[in-house]
């Protein structure tokens, strides 16, 4: 008779297995689900409305003050402040999130994050002006897509690949048009470059989608890739006021 512990499923708490392979939840549950997606959407929107534009820099929450990453990230917030006058955008957390906040925070810039909720929870680090934190990854994504005009993806894991790829996506199938990415890190992300290299020889992506993406670690030309974006495209429109009824504040 085998051992009844070689019969459990692995790395799954059999409870949580269950609750996702139970198949449809009931109407109610659903319509209170979509009650606090459009709650998370609307705090979120609320909160942020006046942030803009920005540029949303992307990175791992692991890495530390000292750091070579660290200290590029936070050179990189101070660049985006003082020569492009954009606010920096961040998921609002520790590491390189951190690290370009506080670049921008230290310039006098604005610096602004938009933070997750976790089961471990995720401290809000103390270099922004306004926050907000999100229940949900899906809604916390199209936040910091949502205000930005240029994206900024500095070494990560598996959180920053989800956001590289989900961004260049819809650059590439123009959801969002030929907004400027920036890849900061050759040597770290060069496995990552040779497999799109090898996604082009297979005909999985053209050629001209490569040029969505700047690679550089020279954070001068990488601001410059921006700016020759923002002289293109960008557009002045009359800054709208926050309505004191509605209890808005910038």
């Known amino acids: ?86 606010t920096v955008m961040t998921g609002g957390g520790p590491g390189i999130m951190e690290a370009a906040n506080r670049g921008a925070y230290e310039a006098g810039g604005r610096s602004v994050g938009c ?27 199209v936040l910091l897509i949502k205000y930005s005009y240029a994206f900024v993806i500095m070494p990560g894991g598996v959180g920053t690949m989800d956001e590289l790829f ?20 050759k040597t770290y992300y060069e496995p990552l470059i040779m497999m799109l290299g090898k996604m082009v020889e297979n005909g999985t992506i053209s050629p001209q989608d490569l040029d969505l993406l700047k690679i550089t670690d020279d954070l001068d030309e990488a601001i410059d890739h921006i700016r020759q974006y923002l002289m293109t495209n960008f557009k002045i429109q009359k800054r709208r006021k926050p309505i004191w009824w509605l209890l808005e504040k910038i």
């Not at 708490?13 to 979509?34: A, C, N, V």
């Not at 989900?166 to 890190?185: D, K, R, S, Y």
């Open 1 to 86: 008779m085998p051992d009844e512990s070689s019969t459990k499923r692995p790395f799954i708490d059999q409870k949580i297995g269950d609750y996702f392979l139970e198949g449809p939840k009931s109407r109610r549950f659903e319509l209170l689900f979509l009650l606090e997606v459009f709650w998370e959407f609307f705090k979120g929107i609320r909160a942020l409305h006046f942030v803009g534009p920005c540029v949303t820099v992307f990175g791992s929450a692991r890495f530390k003050e000292g750091s070579e990453y660290y200290e590029q990230a936070r050179e990189l917030g101070k660049h985006v402040s003082q020569e492009l006058g954009l």
């Open 166 to 185: 989900e961004t260049l996506t819809l650059i590439q199938t123009g959801a969002i048009h030929n907004f400027p990415m920036v890849l900061i890190g």
């Open 115 to 141: 933070n997750i909720v976790l089961p471990h929870e995720q401290k809000e680090n103390p270099y922004m002006h306004k926050w907000v934190k999100i229940k949900y990854f899906f809604i916390r994504k």
